[in-house]
C-alpha cells in the first residue's frame, strides 16, 4: 500500500529558508504528478504548487512565484519543494498528494473538486519571529 510522507517543516525567521521533502514508498512516483498544497488555521486548503509526470512542467500560485520552487528525483523517489524567503503568512500545514497530471492540475488550482490518490499526513511550518 502506497503512501506519502512529509518532512523539512519547522520554524524560521521571516525571510528563511526550508526544504520540504514528500517521499513515496510502496509505489514509484514517475507516473505520478505531485502537488503542494497548504493549510493555515481558519482557511481552507490552497494549492501551492505542482509539477508535472515527466518533469517537463511547473506551476506556482501568484503568490509564491520567484520564492517557491518544486523539483523531484525520480531516483529517491522523492519530490522536494524548496521555500526562500519565507513570510509570516506561509506558516501552515503543507501537505503534498500524487495522482494522474490532469488531477493535480485542477486540484492544485482549485478547477476542479477530485479525491486525489495518494496524500501525506503534513509537516507544520512556522514562520515567526
Known amino acids: 500500500q502506497g503512501q506519502l510522507v512529509e518532512s523539512g517543516g519547522g520554524l524560521v525567521q521571516p525571510g528563511g529558508s526550508l526544504r520540504l521533502s514528500c517521499a513515496a514508498s510502496g509505489f514509484t512516483l514517475d507516473y505520478y504528478a505531485i502537488g503542494w498544497f497548504r493549510q493555515a488555521p481558519g482557511k481552507e486548503r490552497e494549492g501551492v504548487s505542482y509539477i508535472s509526470s515527466d518533469n517537463g512542467t511547473t506551476y506556482y500560485s501568484d503568490s509564491l512565484k520567484g520564492r517557491f520552487t518544486i523539483s523531484r528525483d525520480n531516483a529517491k523517489n522523492t519530490v522536494y519543494l524548496q521555500m526562500n524567503s519565507l513570510k509570516l503568512e506561509d506558516t501552515a500545514v503543507y501537505y503534498c498528494?500524487?495522482?494522474?497530471?490532469?488531477?493535480?492540475?485542477?486540484?492544485?488550482?482549485?478547477?476542479?473538486?477530485?479525491?486525489?490518490?495518494?496524500w501525506g499526513q503534513g509537516t507544520q511550518v512556522t514562520v515567526s519571529s
Open positions: 498528494a500524487a495522482d494522474l497530471d490532469p488531477m493535480i492540475f485542477c486540484t492544485v488550482q482549485n478547477t476542479c473538486t477530485m479525491k486525489l490518490r495518494y
